[in-house]
């Protein structure tokens, strides 16, 4: 693989709210398995990515920023292997997920998609929406206030009202769920799947991790939610994955959240490594 050159392109801070560190690790980690197996491999930073400068036909990244998304895509659309897709990183902003989960049968909350300069509070109380998510419709969350909890639908209003103020054009309302809350992360293909309840100690669908192996039970169907996490990365066309999820108390979940290349900050160690021979064999087919 000596003659295999590689484009890494980090996510820009804007996109990292609290996980700046987290983010720039995990690609990190990868990029030093892949020079490890003899590849190439040099970094960028989104801006630089948006400026022009990648010129490798191999490019991994983070990228979340909307003038990316073209870029990205037009590489892919001239013959380069982009991991992942700009036309799944661009599946991955909050309403076009939406209306995919939900056109496509995986298991995700009701929701309303609307404009913030529209009145919500007679809409959500006919169909019994009360307790609610206010999410930015538009990219992914750069701020806290762009993912906000509201009791009822006059307070929706409100955070609508603010997110307009904001220039905040569209956002998605999603019924808050009761129930447990599960990260998952995921490398789609490559038969590694990784979660735990948020605030318990961690398991794992594969059952060969040590510390998971001396865990209760997961209290729903693990190969089920599995299996839905992965039909949600093939409909979304997402490679390198990981999200959230509510588990309820009869066992039944939900996926709240979906996204493209997370920090896996958990297990990135390993993760690092299955998501490097994830890449590698993707080069192989297009060999």
């Known amino acids: 693989m000596a003659d295999t050159k590689i484009a890494a392109i980090l996510r820009a801070g804007a996109y ?127 701020h806290k206030e762009d993912v906000t909890y509201v009791r009822h639908p006059e307070e929706a209003q409100e955070v609508l009202q603010e997110y ?28 590694y799947f990784y979660c735990f309840y948020h605030f318990e100690k961690k398991f794992s669908s594969k059952g060969d991790d040590k510390a998971a192996k001396s865990e209760p039970d997961p209290r729903f169907d693990l190969t089920a939610f599995r299996d839905a996490c992965e ?6 066309d997402i490679r390198i994955y990981g999200g959230d999820a509510i588990i309820a108390p009869d066992g039944s979940f939900s996926i709240i959240d979906f996204n493209d290349w997370p920090s896996f900050a958990p297990c990135r160690v390993e993760a690092s490594a299955v998501i490097a021979r994830a890449i590698l064999a993707e080069i192989k087919k297009r060999k």
């Open 16 to 142: 990292s709210p609290n996980h700046i560190g987290n983010d720039a690790a995990i690609i990190n980690l990868t990029c030093e398995q892949l020079r490890k197996r003899g590849c190439e491999v040099k970094t960028y930073s989104e801006e630089q990515l948006i400026a022009g400068a990648v010129r490798e036909p191999i490019i991994i990244h983070m990228c979340r920023d909307q003038r990316s998304f073209p870029i990205l895509q037009a590489m892919e659309d001239e013959g380069k292997l982009v991991i992942n897709s700009g036309y799944a990183v661009e599946n991955c902003t909050r309403e076009r997920l939406t209306r995919i989960l939900l056109g496509s049968g995986i298991p995700y909350p009701e929701s309303l998609i609307v404009n913030t300069n529209q009145t919500v509070t007679e809409q959500m109380e006919r169909i019994g929406i009360e307790r609610a998510w206010i999410k930015r419709g538009d990219t992914y969350a750069m």
């Open 164 to 191: 307009f103020l904001r220039g905040i054009k569209r956002a998605v309302i999603n019924r808050h769920l009761d129930g447990d809350q599960v990260k998952f992360y995921g490398v789609r293909g490559a038969d």
């Open 231 to 236: 039909r949600a990365a093939d409909i979304l």
